[in-house]
């Protein structure tokens, strides 16, 4: 039996290890470009990077601030229309057997070739960004919460419609509630594959933003530059990702009593 002390410790062991991970990955990159005297245009080391961004701490800041809110539109979006077509399509067997494959089919294009459609509809700037980050993003959403709904036990539904309950009310009241453990695993994938689509549109279909950051100083071969901004991107969305992961522990820690 593990006692309180024990149990402290493993949680703050849990808790660092990602963060001494990361120093170790780290530190074996900069002795790599140290040892073999790699260079910056090649595979700038941390120390590069870390100076770039203390370089251009100003652009690199107005960047991302401009990826980072296009983005969260473009998620926001994705979580509104992803809970709807979710909750419809998992509300009906017949209805969920005929959409899934068709919304199976639409993921598998890549979102990439929609930016010049969106370009031509919307123009250069944020418009393609927010709407790639919502294409690329509200599919994990969508087929979650449907799958929560249309797995729900008949065995169950039947004890509830002998209560009374109508087909609503065990949507509503028990549905959705199991749904959600479901619907917070989409949230943190969504969220990192919202940035990948603001950040690709960006690159091809905006003047500013990470995206065209990274494009921007490829061109000028300022490769430590470059990483900065990767560096930023998953920042953020190792931030977010961290944010849904608190959020579901305090919203939803019956599904997660066995830890």
């Not at 245009?41 to 690199?60: E, H, N, R, T």
């Not at 990470?210 to 530059?225: E, N, Q, R, T, W």
């Not at 560096?231 to 919203?251: N, P």
Request: hydrophobic residues 55%; proline residues 6%.
């Amino acid at each position: 039996m593990k006692t309180p002390f024990q149990g402290k410790l493993n949680r703050a062991a849990t808790t660092l290890a990602p963060w001494f991970l990361l120093l170790v990955i780290l530190g074996v990159w900069q002795f790599i470009c140290s040892v073999w005297q790699v260079s910056d245009f090649i595979f700038p080391s941390p120390g590069s990077i870390l100076q770039a961004m203390v370089d251009y701490a100003g652009p690199i800041t107005e960047h991302a601030l401009s990826t980072f809110w296009v983005t969260m539109v473009g998620f926001a979006i994705a979580v509104v229309v992803g809970v709807t077509l979710g909750f419809v399509i998992g509300s009906s067997p017949m209805l969920y057997a005929a959409a899934y494959p068709l919304m199976t089919a639409f993921n598998a294009l890549p979102k990439a070739a929609f930016v010049p459609v969106l370009v031509v509809w919307f123009g250069i700037g944020a418009g393609p960004a927010i709407l790639t980050a919502f294409l690329i993003s509200f599919f994990p959403i969508m087929v979650n919460i449907a799958t929560g709904l249309a797995t729900l036990e008949p065995e169950l539904e039947d004890v509830l419609r002998v209560l009374g309950a109508r087909r609503m009310d065990i949507l509503l009241k028990v549905g959705l509630p199991r749904s959600m453990p479901y619907f917070f695993a989409s949230l943190k994938v969504a969220i990192t594959l919202a940035f990948v689509g603001s950040t690709v549109s960006e690159m091809n279909a905006s003047n500013q933003g990470i995206g065209y950051l990274l494009v921007s100083a490829g061109s000028s071969m300022k490769m430590p530059l470059a990483f900065a901004g990767l560096v930023v991107i998953g920042a953020m969305a190792m931030a977010m990702y961290e944010l849904f992961a608190i959020i579901e522990k305090r919203t939803t820690g019956w599904a997660h009593r066995g830890k």
